[in-house]
């Protein structure tokens, strides 16, 4: 495998230590004076144009771009003085796209939502599938979902809280593993908060597999832990 490379001041290559060192949102990879890789944050963001790239956040507030609202979140993280305000060092993205008003779930439509919910979850497992973007247990899931109408919803809501559950494999899905879910769906489906806050039954802010079975509507006995063997791969 070909590796980055840079050179030195005496002449010849050496590895970019910034290669393998990854930094997550709003932070970039810088070589300090010992030649090490460190995370810092961005220093500017690209301009966007484009209004499809604004995010709305959890402070309700519109931001040009992602990398707008993460780099915010770095600097009041690192206590810098370019720090706006200090409620940005929990700000995250809440849904794509201006803020807006979402609307008001109704409890009809709640408890109506975690059905909708369970086809949906089969329905992107199925298209991943199609796609060949599933692959072992997880295929393996689907494929046995497509079988059987009982395995149809329970696998599928078992797959994506494994899919879901990545940053640790830990057996929780926190706020922050949400995202994937709670961010696409909230400027179209305004019962996907309340119904995801609902699963937190003790409000720890993550979610077991029990507690996202049973707010999926599973029987306790179908609820049974695959993600070993699917982080396994």
Same mark, same amino acid.
């Given at each position: 495998?070909?590796?980055?490379?840079?050179?030195?001041?005496?002449?010849?290559?050496?590895?970019?230590?910034?290669?393998?060192?990854?930094?997550?949102?709003?932070?970039?990879?810088?070589?300090?004076?010992?030649?090490?890789?460190?995370? /810092?944050?961005?220093?500017?963001?690209?301009?966007?144009?484009?209004?499809?790239?604004?995010?709305?956040?959890?402070?309700?507030?519109?931001?040009?771009?992602?990398?707008?609202?993460?780099?915010?979140?770095?600097?009041?993280?690192?206590?810098?003085?370019?720090?706006?305000?200090?409620?940005?060092?929990?700000?995250?993205?809440?849904?794509?796209?201006?803020?807006?008003?979402?609307?008001?779930? /109704?409890?009809?439509?709640?408890?109506?939502?975690?059905?909708?919910?369970?086809?949906?979850?089969?329905?992107?497992?199925?298209?991943?599938?199609?796609? &060949?973007?599933?692959?072992?247990?997880?295929?393996?899931?689907?494929?046995?979902?497509?079988?059987?109408?009982?395995?149809?919803?329970?696998?599928?809501?078992?797959?994506?809280?494994?899919?879901?559950?990545?940053?640790?494999?830990?057996?929780?899905?926190?706020?922050?593993?949400?995202?994937?879910?709670?961010?696409?769906?909230?400027?179209?489906?305004?019962?996907?908060?309340?119904?995801?806050?609902?699963?937190?039954?003790?409000? &720890?802010?993550?979610? /077991?597999?029990?507690?996202?079975?049973?707010?999926?509507?599973?029987?306790? &006995?179908?609820?049974?832990?695959?993600?070993?063997?699917?982080?396994?791969?």
């Amino acid at each position: 495998m070909l590796l980055e490379t840079f050179d030195t001041p005496k002449g010849g290559y050496v590895e970019d230590p910034c290669a393998k060192h990854k930094c997550g949102p709003g932070k970039q990879c810088e070589i300090d004076d010992d030649g090490k890789a460190k995370c /810092t944050c961005v220093s500017k963001c690209a301009a966007e144009e484009d209004s499809r790239r604004k995010v709305c956040s959890n402070h309700n507030e519109t931001w040009n771009s992602d990398c707008e609202l993460y780099r915010m979140r770095c600097l009041c993280t690192e206590g810098l003085d370019e720090c706006k305000q200090h409620k940005y060092k929990h700000v995250h993205i809440d849904y794509y796209g201006p803020c807006k008003d979402i609307g008001e779930c /109704t409890s009809e439509e709640l408890e109506d939502f975690p059905r909708r919910m369970r086809d949906w979850l089969f329905n992107v497992m199925q298209e991943m599938a199609r796609r &060949d973007a599933l692959q072992g247990p997880a295929l393996k899931l689907e494929r046995e979902a497509e079988k059987s109408q009982e395995r149809r919803w329970v696998n599928a809501v078992i797959w994506k809280f494994c899919d879901l559950d990545v940053h640790p494999h830990d057996r929780h899905v926190s706020r922050h593993e949400l995202f994937p879910i709670r961010a696409p769906l909230m400027a179209m489906e305004h019962c996907v908060a309340p119904f995801l806050d609902s699963c937190d039954v003790n409000d &720890d802010h993550k979610i /077991t597999l029990l507690e996202w079975g049973n707010c999926l509507g599973l029987n306790e &006995d179908e609820i049974q832990d695959k993600c070993e063997i699917m982080h396994r791969g």
